[in-house]
């Protein structure tokens, strides 16, 4: 069970870590706003992701529970998917797609909550940079589905358990790391983070792909 549970937290990190709109709007708060203001965004946003986990892995659990065939397609498709997240991850990107943050109209709508005074901005902001990030929900729905079809009954909720610790530890430690570090948080930080985390998710995906032949 622990060893389960522990699978769930490193593959959460690796899920977290790489650098989005979530992680984007918690690196702005600890670098432009008090400490104690950034700590509440984060942890805004962890809540946040943590229902998005759960969503994403208990509602695909109940499809695959309906269509039992769905499960070992999960397997091989996500792990697929998840392989090809985690290249994504790893191959820099190109200069015009560096903030692409700041294009979506879901983090502008952030950024103009954020300036609004009072928790409840922030709260909001938050809501709109996990909920309404089209991305996080089918990265999340594949890489937490393909996981829901291995485990199953109670190491299925060690899993998510250890997906959502890896959300409780990660926003709120960032917070508080980019704000101490302040401008010696760089780009090449969180290029290093972008890399460690690619290499996390392909080889889950590659762990995916060998249970659905059997190999492991």
Avoid: H
């Avoid at 992680?23 to 942890?43: D, E, G, H, M, Y």
Wanted: with cysteine.
């Amino acid at each position: 069970m622990l060893s389960v549970m522990l699978q769930g937290f490193t593959m959460g990190l690796a899920y977290v870590a790489p650098i989005g709109m979530q992680n984007l709007f918690v690196i702005n708060a600890a670098v432009s706003q008090p400490r104690t203001r950034a700590l509440i965004t984060a942890l805004f946003v962890t809540l946040f992701d943590m229902s998005l986990t759960l969503a994403c892995f208990f509602g695909v659990g109940a499809v695959m529970d309906a269509v039992p065939w769905l499960g070992p397609l999960m397997q091989l498709v996500g792990g697929g998917l998840v392989i090809a997240i985690g290249i994504v991850l790893i191959v820099p990107r190109r200069k015009k797609d560096a903030e692409p943050a700041k294009k979506d109209a879901a983090g502008n709508a952030a950024r103009a909550r954020m300036n609004q005074p009072g928790l409840r901005g922030v709260f909001v902001a938050a809501l709109l940079v996990t909920w309404c990030n089209p991305q996080a929900f089918i990265d999340g729905t594949m890489m937490l589905g393909a996981f829901r079809a291995t485990f199953g009954g109670a190491d299925g909720l060690a899993f998510v358990a250890g997906a959502c610790m890896a959300s409780l530890v990660w926003f709120p430690g960032m917070a508080l790391i980019v704000s101490a570090l302040g401008s010696r948080f760089n780009d090449r930080i969180l290029r290093v983070i972008n890399v460690v985390c690619g290499l996390v998710v392909i080889a889950y995906g590659l762990r995916l792909i060998a249970a659905f032949f059997g190999w492991v």
